[in-house]
């Protein structure tokens, strides 16, 4: 690649041609089997029929990051990716583009609606790929799955099968979730709750022979028309006298008894319900317990049906309405009062949920979550951050059984047969598929009924929940239930990275079932990954919550067009501390773009300079390379002071570094490469080393070039997991960096020979003392071209060789004409300019007119006290004694000698002063 770089980073156009060049040389395929550690990773399958969004944005970015560096480091890397079919969602965005055209799936057939899906999924379901290969991802896409796909499907029926035999599956008639909308049962997860405010009517049930009435309170009063009892607390007095007694249904005139039920809450309402047990999951058992009919009233569609009377036909809010004001003409409203409740909504669209008696398909959970809740109690699957663990462990222990089965046409199908002719249940013979019209179906359906041995079979409708094909998903995903090499190289995972809000979702249902079907691993352990990290969410700039309700989504493809994928990632990544939520701005994405161009201007400007060493007639093969160029004629190693300093801070950060991503701390490693790209490299090394690369002594230059780079390169090296675009564009413009994808080269190791803590104390002397300039030459606004004279007064034990050594640089970094240094003993009289100190040094730039003694003096006094306040602290913290006995001594004597050092300053902050004030 050329040398010649452009002035200005355009990230569109770089971007667009790395991801597709990435994507067809196939680079992040997994390697053969060597001996190298594995880190295996699957990731979070997306919808088919989604598009990214911001929360996917941030958990691509977390597991890129991981996996780029990984493979840096010499693992077998594998990065296998994959879509979900999305049940629901994907038959509701069908059905909506069919109704466009007139058309219904009833009306259309199975066959024929599932031949549509599959045609939409072929022209539309490539959508969020497309957008993943944009994006740069490194996975090796030879190995992508979907849940449908003929292997993914034969593993859904060896799972069904197995716990089926082991009646781990079962069929029965209980109350489930269902969504009128969708028409089809949810799961327990797949019902959110909503407080809301409404009203809580007292209706009064006559007692049959009577003139007594029994008050019951309801938030519901449309599902009495199937209440076929009432029940009230054993021990509660009130009722005691009508345990037993018939009453008589309101407005059903239908005779029901009032039972003694423990399950009823004495302090709701009157102490007395209504017990709907084809309506309700509390008024079910009691109706089991008691033996009470269980009456439907309300359809599949939500309305009234036939048993309901003269409201058959009524939605259930009109029903409400209806029943209410019959009750009201007839007097037996006691009264309605205002209340708050929950009420379960649809996760998928919104719409309330219907609790009715359907006969569905369980998995029975507590069997499974029993070896779950010891994986999780021992943490041999490590869970980050903590507090998750605790939440899963709680969730286990409380678990339900699972409703597996949905009412829809686009899923795996339930591989049982019903005998028409004794309604017997038969499973599939095995889990082989075949492929029947494009789409996988069981191909070894019983040949008669297991019981009568009837021919009448006709296969269950229902297809299983979305989420038990993605419970599968880290060990199907590597061709289970085959015994395939890829199971062998990489399972059990390294890591899963999963959003905390689908935690009893899909992460702890993998880890029940891959300790109950998964083979086992290298360890002997069936777990499906060891360990997981729950990503935050990103919220809005304000930390509210994004929603299309609200308004406030951000798009991340919008943020990528304009300002590029490297900032949004790393914008991302350095806001991600582990349990914490992230508010997302777009000043910090601009801020991130900023660090992006001054990756690209710091390299521009070295490219640029080249020429003036070709000038020198020093070729540019002769600085290519990575290892740092020692010179044979000079002390320290053969570097120079700013070498041996940034090789000491580029150990530091690279440590750093490597800990904060081992602990998936991505903020803290973020942080540690942006300072010492743009604060190390950009504000100091760069800027010292300039005088040097103009020529002069060859062997110097040569050793001053080749460091530059090699500093360059290790920068490059370290921030390609998070910034993989612009680093590997300019990689390949590096001496000798064309020769292979940055992604493939090593990533730095901290080499301790490196470590120099007297050359990064003499830097931060230099540093302070020209920081200290600037800050001057700053508040006393004077002409940027404008050099100044300054006095210099180091304390005693400040090398006056190291200041005199490194005068050039204060001058030119300083903006200085001159630095005089004071006569020891000597200190600047601050009534001749102004003067900035430290325990170190004193420094004063002096003028005449310009000086505002007024204005100088409030500056030192707010010193002073700051100066002051600490001092307090310190010695607070100094005379206490817990401090002082359970502290080591090495932080006590760190403490003390801060203190003297901040003493030292207030003193020369009193004489500076009481000069000016003089």
């Given at each position: 690649?050329?040398?010649e770089?452009?002035k200005?980073?355009?990230?569109?156009?770089?971007?667009?041609?790395?991801?597709r060049?990435?994507?067809?040389?196939?680079?992040?395929?997994?390697?053969?089997?060597?001996?190298?550690?594995?880190?295996?990773?699957?990731?979070?399958?997306p919808n088919?029929?989604?598009?990214?969004?911001?929360?996917?944005?941030?958990?691509?970015?977390?597991?890129?990051?991981l996996?780029?560096?990984?493979?840096?480091?010499?693992?077998?890397t594998?990065?296998?990716?994959?879509?979900?079919?999305?049940?629901?969602?994907?038959?509701?965005?069908?059905e909506?583009?069919?109704?466009?055209?007139g058309?219904?799936?009833?009306?259309?057939?199975?066959?024929?609606?599932?031949?549509?899906?599959?045609?939409?999924?072929?022209?539309?379901?490539?959508?969020?790929?497309?957008q993943?290969i944009?994006?740069?991802v490194?996975?090796?896409?030879?190995?992508?799955?979907?849940?449908?796909?003929?292997?993914?499907?034969?593993?859904?029926?060896?799972?069904?099968l197995?716990?089926?035999?082991?009646?781990?599956?079962?069929?029965?008639?209980?109350?489930?979730?269902?969504?009128?909308?969708?028409?089809?049962?949810?799961?327990?997860?797949?019902?959110?709750?909503?407080?809301?405010?409404?009203?809580?009517?007292?209706?009064?049930?006559?007692?049959?022979?009577?003139?007594?009435?029994?008050?019951?309170a309801?938030?519901?009063?449309?599902?009495?028309?199937?209440?076929?009892?009432?029940?009230?607390?054993?021990?509660?007095?009130?009722?005691?006298?009508?345990?037993?007694?018939?009453l008589?249904?309101?407005?059903?005139?239908?005779?029901?008894?009032l039972?003694?039920?423990p399950?009823v809450?004495?302090?709701?309402g009157?102490?007395?319900?209504?017990?709907t047990?084809?309506?309700?999951?509390?008024?079910?058992?009691?109706?089991?317990?008691h033996?009470l009919a269980?009456?439907?009233?309300?359809?599949e569609?939500?309305?009234?049906?036939?048993?309901?009377?003269?409201?058959?036909?009524?939605?259930?809010?009109?029903?409400?309405?209806?029943?209410v004001?019959?009750?009201?003409?007839?007097?037996?409203?006691e009264?309605?009062?205002?209340?708050?409740?929950?009420?379960?909504v649809?996760?998928?669209?919104?719409?309330?949920v219907?609790?009715?008696?359907?006969?569905?398909?369980?998995?029975?959970?507590k069997?499974?979550?029993?070896?779950?809740?010891?994986?999780?109690?021992?943490?041999?699957?490590?869970?980050v951050p903590?507090?998750?663990?605790?939440?899963?462990?709680?969730?286990?222990?409380?678990?339900?059984d699972?409703?597996?089965s949905?009412?829809?046409?686009?899923?795996?199908?339930?591989?049982?047969?019903?005998?028409?002719?004794?309604g017997?249940?038969?499973?599939?013979?095995?889990?082989?598929v075949?492929?029947?019209?494009?789409?996988?179906?069981?191909?070894?359906?019983?040949?008669?009924?297991?019981?009568?041995?009837?021919?009448?079979?006709?296969?269950?409708p229902?297809?299983?929940?979305?989420?038990?094909?993605s419970?599968?998903?880290p060990?199907?995903?590597?061709?289970?239930?085959?015994?395939?090499?890829?199971?062998?190289?990489?399972?059990?995972t390294?890591?899963?990275?999963?959003g905390?809000?689908?935690?009893?979702?899909?992460?702890?249902?993998?880890?029940?079932?891959?300790?109950?079907?998964?083979?086992?691993?290298?360890?002997?352990?069936?777990?499906?990954?060891?360990?997981?990290?729950?990503?935050?969410?990103?919220?809005?700039?304000?930390?509210?919550?994004?929603?299309?309700?609200?308004?406030?989504?951000?798009?991340?493809?919008?943020?990528?067009?304009?300002?590029?994928t490297?900032?949004?990632?790393?914008?991302?990544?350095?806001?991600?501390?582990?349990?914490?939520d992230?508010?997302?701005?777009?000043?910090?994405?601009?801020?991130?773009?900023?660090?992006a161009?001054?990756?690209?201007?710091?390299?521009?400007?070295l490219?640029?300079?080249?020429?003036?060493?070709?000038?020198?007639?020093?070729?540019?093969?002769e600085?290519?390379?990575?290892?740092?160029?020692r010179?044979?004629?000079?002390?320290?190693?053969?570097?120079d002071?700013?070498?041996?300093?940034?090789?000491?801070?580029?150990?530091?950060?690279i440590?750093?570094?490597?800990?904060?991503?081992?602990e998936?701390?991505?903020?803290?490693?973020?942080?540690?490469v942006?300072h010492?790209?743009?604060?190390?490299i950009?504000?100091?090394y760069i800027?010292?080393?300039?005088?040097?690369?103009?020529?002069?002594?060859?062997?110097?230059t040569?050793?001053?070039?080749?460091?530059?780079?090699a500093?360059?390169?290790?920068?490059?090296?370290?921030?390609?997991p998070f910034?993989?675009?612009?680093?590997?564009?300019?990689?390949?413009?590096l001496?000798?960096?064309e020769?292979?994808?940055?992604?493939?080269?090593s990533?730095?190791k901290?080499?301790?020979?490196?470590l120099?803590?007297?050359?990064?104390?003499?830097?931060?002397?230099?540093?302070?003392?020209?920081?200290?300039?600037?800050?001057?030459?700053?508040?006393?606004?004077?002409?940027?071209?404008?050099?100044?004279?300054?006095?210099?007064a180091?304390?005693?034990?400040?090398?006056r060789?190291?200041?005199?050594?490194?005068?050039?640089?204060l001058?030119?970094?300083?903006n200085?004409s001159?630095?005089?240094?004071?006569?020891?003993?000597?200190?600047?009289?601050?009534?001749?300019?102004?003067?900035r100190?430290?325990?170190?040094?004193?420094?004063l730039i002096?003028?005449?007119?310009?000086?505002?003694?007024?204005?100088?003096?409030?500056?030192?006094?707010?010193?002073l006290?700051?100066?002051?306040?600490?001092?307090?602290?310190?010695?607070?913290?100094?005379?206490?004694?817990?401090?002082?006995?359970?502290?080591?001594?090495?932080?006590v004597?760190?403490?003390?000698i801060?203190?003297?050092e901040?003493?030292?300053?207030?003193?020369?902050?009193?004489?500076?002063?009481?000069?000016?004030?003089?």
């Amino acid at each position: 690649m050329s040398r010649e770089i452009p002035k200005a980073y355009e990230p569109q156009e770089i971007e667009l041609r790395w991801a597709r060049e990435w994507f067809e040389r196939k680079l992040y395929v997994a390697g053969p089997e060597s001996s190298s550690p594995t880190f295996s990773i699957v990731i979070p399958p997306p919808n088919v029929t989604g598009s990214i969004h911001i929360g996917h944005m941030l958990e691509h970015t977390q597991i890129d990051i991981l996996v780029r560096w990984h493979r840096m480091r010499g693992f077998r890397t594998l990065w296998l990716p994959g879509m979900d079919h999305a049940g629901i969602a994907t038959q509701v965005v069908v059905e909506r583009e069919l109704a466009k055209q007139g058309l219904k799936r009833v009306d259309m057939g199975r066959e024929e609606f599932e031949r549509r899906v599959w045609e939409w999924k072929a022209q539309s379901g490539g959508t969020i790929k497309n957008q993943m290969i944009r994006l740069g991802v490194s996975c090796d896409w030879s190995r992508e799955r979907f849940t449908l796909d003929p292997p993914m499907y034969r593993a859904v029926l060896e799972a069904f099968l197995r716990l089926y035999r082991q009646e781990l599956i079962y069929r029965g008639r209980y109350i489930v979730n269902w969504c009128p909308r969708c028409m089809t049962a949810l799961s327990d997860l797949e019902t959110e709750h909503e407080e809301r405010h409404g009203k809580l009517w007292l209706i009064r049930y006559p007692v049959e022979g009577s003139t007594e009435f029994v008050v019951v309170a309801t938030t519901r009063p449309e599902t009495m028309l199937g209440d076929s009892g009432v029940a009230v607390h054993p021990e509660d007095d009130r009722y005691r006298h009508l345990v037993g007694k018939t009453l008589v249904l309101p407005l059903m005139n239908r005779r029901i008894p009032l039972v003694a039920d423990p399950l009823v809450d004495p302090q709701f309402g009157t102490g007395a319900v209504k017990v709907t047990p084809a309506h309700d999951p509390n008024d079910f058992e009691i109706g089991r317990r008691h033996s009470l009919a269980e009456i439907e009233v309300i359809s599949e569609d939500g309305k009234m049906n036939s048993a309901a009377g003269t409201f058959a036909g009524l939605d259930r809010q009109e029903a409400r309405r209806r029943v209410v004001a019959d009750l009201e003409k007839q007097g037996l409203i006691e009264r309605i009062d205002e209340h708050t409740y929950s009420v379960g909504v649809c996760q998928r669209c919104k719409t309330v949920v219907e609790p009715r008696i359907s006969t569905q398909w369980f998995c029975k959970m507590k069997p499974l979550a029993e070896p779950a809740l010891a994986v999780v109690r021992e943490n041999r699957i490590v869970t980050v951050p903590d507090n998750q663990r605790k939440i899963l462990i709680n969730w286990l222990e409380g678990i339900r059984d699972w409703c597996i089965s949905r009412q829809l046409w686009w899923g795996h199908r339930i591989p049982i047969w019903h005998c028409g002719d004794c309604g017997a249940m038969s499973p599939a013979r095995d889990s082989r598929v075949e492929v029947v019209g494009g789409r996988a179906q069981a191909a070894s359906p019983p040949l008669a009924c297991d019981k009568c041995g009837g021919k009448r079979l006709e296969q269950d409708p229902d297809v299983l929940d979305t989420w038990f094909s993605s419970a599968l998903w880290p060990f199907s995903t590597l061709g289970w239930p085959d015994e395939t090499e890829d199971l062998r190289d990489f399972y059990p995972t390294s890591l899963l990275i999963s959003g905390y809000d689908i935690l009893f979702f899909w992460d702890a249902r993998m880890i029940m079932m891959a300790l109950k079907l998964a083979p086992r691993g290298p360890t002997a352990e069936r777990i499906p990954f060891r360990q997981l990290y729950l990503h935050s969410l990103v919220r809005d700039p304000h930390g509210v919550k994004m929603s299309k309700t609200r308004g406030n989504v951000v798009d991340p493809l919008e943020l990528i067009e304009k300002h590029g994928t490297d900032a949004l990632r790393f914008a991302l990544a350095i806001m991600a501390a582990p349990g914490t939520d992230i508010s997302l701005s777009e000043e910090r994405i601009l801020s991130c773009r900023a660090f992006a161009n001054k990756i690209w201007n710091a390299a521009r400007f070295l490219f640029v300079n080249l020429e003036k060493l070709e000038a020198a007639g020093i070729s540019f093969e002769e600085v290519a390379g990575l290892e740092v160029r020692r010179r044979t004629t000079r002390a320290a190693g053969g570097l120079d002071l700013a070498e041996r300093w940034i090789f000491s801070r580029m150990a530091t950060a690279i440590e750093q570094t490597d800990r904060a991503l081992a602990e998936y701390r991505f903020h803290e490693a973020a942080h540690s490469v942006y300072h010492f790209f743009w604060g190390d490299i950009c504000d100091w090394y760069i800027e010292w080393m300039k005088p040097r690369l103009e020529g002069g002594n060859r062997e110097d230059t040569v050793a001053t070039w080749r460091n530059l780079y090699a500093v360059l390169g290790t920068a490059l090296r370290m921030l390609h997991p998070f910034m993989p675009f612009v680093t590997e564009e300019l990689w390949m413009r590096l001496p000798g960096g064309e020769a292979q994808s940055i992604s493939l080269v090593s990533y730095p190791k901290a080499e301790k020979e490196w470590l120099d803590t007297e050359a990064e104390k003499e830097m931060m002397l230099l540093q302070e003392i020209i920081a200290a300039a600037r800050n001057i030459r700053a508040e006393m606004k004077l002409d940027p071209k404008r050099r100044v004279a300054a006095e210099l007064a180091p304390a005693d034990g400040v090398s006056r060789s190291l200041l005199e050594r490194h005068s050039d640089a204060l001058l030119r970094l300083g903006n200085l004409s001159s630095v005089v240094l004071a006569e020891p003993g000597r200190h600047p009289d601050p009534g001749r300019g102004a003067v900035r100190s430290t325990a170190e040094f004193e420094l004063l730039i002096p003028f005449e007119e310009a000086v505002d003694r007024a204005a100088e003096a409030a500056k030192v006094r707010k010193e002073l006290e700051r100066i002051e306040r600490d001092i307090e602290a310190k010695m607070a913290r100094l005379s206490d004694s817990a401090f002082r006995s359970k502290a080591p001594d090495k932080v006590v004597k760190a403490e003390e000698i801060a203190l003297g050092e901040r003493k030292a300053e207030q003193q020369k902050l009193r004489v500076r002063l009481g000069q000016l004030e003089g």
